[in-house]
C-alpha cells in the first residue's frame, strides 16, 4: 500500500512537472513536506483534464463515460474503497491529511463535464459559473496546505486568484480552444467588438489578429487584471512559509498578460510565454521578499467596449 501511494505521489507530480511550467516552479518554493500534496491536486486536475481534451478521437459520449467512470472511482475512494488508479491514491491521501471540502472536487468534475457539452459562454456571468468549478476551488483546495492565519478572511482573494489564472489561460489560448470547438471568451463581448467565431477562425488561420480581435482581448484582459486586484491581498493572509510560493505563481500568471500586450494584443501570432529569465528572476526576488510584504496588483484599467 505505501509504495502505491508513494508512486501515485510519483505520477502526480511528473505530470505537474510536465505541463505546469509555471506553477511547478512556484511549487518549488513550498517547504519540502507540503510540495507531494499541491503536486496530488495538480494531478487531479490534470487527469480529468487529460479525460476531457486528450482523448479527441473519442465521440463526446464516450469521453463523457470515461470522465464519469474516473469521478465514481474517486468518489468511492473518499468512501474508503480501494481504487485501482495511478493517481488517486495521492489524492485521496491529501483530502485525508487536509480534511479538504470534498464539495470543492464535486464542482470541479462538473465544470470538466460541461466542457464536453458547452462550446461557448453566452456573457460573463455565464463563464463564471463555469469558472466557478474549473478555478475558484482550485484556490479554496488549496487554502489548508498554504496555512492561512484566518481561513474564512483568505477565502474569497483565494477564489479570484483561481479565477484570474483561468481567465488568463482562456486569453493566451485562443488558438488552442478553437481547435478543440471552444471559445471562452463570452459571446456578448465578442459582439460588442463586432468579432464572431468566424472572424476567430480566420484569424488563427492567417495567425494573426484584426483590430477589433486584439481590442476584445485589450478588454478581457483588462478584466483579468481585476480578478488580480481582488486576489492580491489573499497573499499576506497565508503561512510565512507559503508566501513565496503564491507570491510567484502570481506574477508569473500576470506576466503571461504582459508578454500578450508586448505582442500588441495579438494572441494568433504566437503563444505567450514569459521567457525563463525573467521566470527565475521572479521567483528568486518572491523567495527574497520578507513575509508579509504586500503584493502589488497589475494596473487595473477599464476601456469601455465599442459601441
Same mark, same amino acid.
Given at each position: 500500500?505505501e ?8 505520477r502526480?507530480?511528473?505530470?505537474h512537472?510536465q505541463h505546469?511550467?509555471?506553477y ?17 491536486l495538480?494531478?487531479?486536475?490534470r ?20 470522465l464519469?467512470?474516473?469521478?465514481d472511482?474517486?468518489?468511492a ?8 488508479d ?14 479538504l ?6 464542482s470541479?468534475l ?8 458547452i462550446?461557448?459562454?453566452a ?39 483561481g ?6 489561460n482562456?486569453?493566451r ?12 471568451l463570452?459571446?456578448e463581448?465578442?459582439r460588442?467588438?463586432g !468579432?464572431s467565431? /468566424? $472572424?476567430?477562425?480566420?484569424? *488563427?488561420? @492567417? ?6 480581435? %486584439?481590442?476584445l =482581448?485589450?478588454f ?9 486586484a481582488?486576489?492580491?491581498p ?11 510560493c ?5 506574477h ?7 508578454? !500578450?500586450?508586448? /505582442? $500588441?494584443h495579438?494572441?494568433? *501570432?504566437? @503563444? ?6 525573467? %521566470?527565475?528572476? =521572479?521567483?528568486?526576488?518572491c523567495?527574497?521578499?520578507?513575509p508579509?510584504?504586500?503584493?502589488t496588483?497589475p494596473p487595473v ?7
Amino acid at each position: 500500500m505505501e509504495a502505491e501511494l508513494t508512486a501515485a505521489y510519483a505520477r502526480c507530480r511528473e505530470l505537474h512537472r510536465q505541463h505546469g511550467r509555471t506553477y511547478y516552479l512556484a511549487t518549488r518554493l513550498l517547504p519540502a513536506a507540503k510540495r507531494p500534496h499541491v503536486h496530488a491536486l495538480y494531478g487531479f486536475t490534470r487527469h480529468a483534464d487529460e479525460i476531457v481534451d486528450r482523448t479527441e478521437e473519442l465521440p463526446p459520449a464516450e469521453r463523457a463515460r470515461l470522465l464519469r467512470d474516473w469521478s465514481d472511482r474517486f468518489v468511492a475512494g473518499l468512501h474508503g474503497a480501494r481504487v485501482d488508479d495511478p493517481l488517486l491514491p495521492a489524492v485521496l491521501h491529501t483530502i485525508a491529511a487536509f480534511d479538504l471540502d470534498r464539495a470543492d472536487f464535486a464542482s470541479f468534475l462538473h465544470s470538466m463535464a460541461m466542457d464536453l457539452e458547452i462550446a461557448q459562454y453566452a456573457d460573463y456571468d455565464a463563464l463564471l459559473e463555469y469558472m466557478e468549478g474549473s478555478a475558484a476551488v482550485i484556490g479554496t483546495m488549496m487554502l489548508p496546505i498554504l496555512d492561512p492565519a484566518d481561513p474564512a478572511q483568505a477565502r474569497e482573494p483565494a477564489r479570484q486568484l483561481g479565477l484570474a489564472f483561468q481567465l488568463t489561460n482562456f486569453i493566451r489560448d485562443v488558438a488552442e480552444d478553437l481547435d478543440r470547438g471552444r471559445v471562452y471568451l463570452p459571446q456578448e463581448d465578442l459582439r460588442r467588438f463586432g !468579432v464572431s467565431t /468566424a $472572424d476567430l477562425r480566420l484569424c *488563427a488561420q @492567417r495567425r494573426t489578429s484584426t483590430t477589433a480581435v %486584439r481590442e476584445l =482581448v485589450r478588454f478581457e484582459i483588462a478584466r483579468a487584471r481585476e480578478h488580480y486586484a481582488l486576489a492580491a491581498p489573499g497573499v499576506t493572509m497565508l503561512a510565512p512559509t507559503s508566501q513565496a510560493c503564491i507570491r510567484t505563481a502570481y506574477h508569473l500568471y500576470a506576466g503571461i498578460l504582459d508578454e !500578450v500586450e508586448a /505582442a $500588441d494584443h495579438d494572441v494568433f *501570432a504566437r @503563444r505567450a510565454v514569459v521567457p525563463n529569465r525573467r %521566470r527565475l528572476a =521572479v521567483a528568486a526576488r518572491c523567495l527574497l521578499t520578507r513575509p508579509g510584504t504586500p503584493v502589488t496588483a497589475p494596473p487595473v484599467l477599464s476601456p469601455q467596449p465599442v459601441p
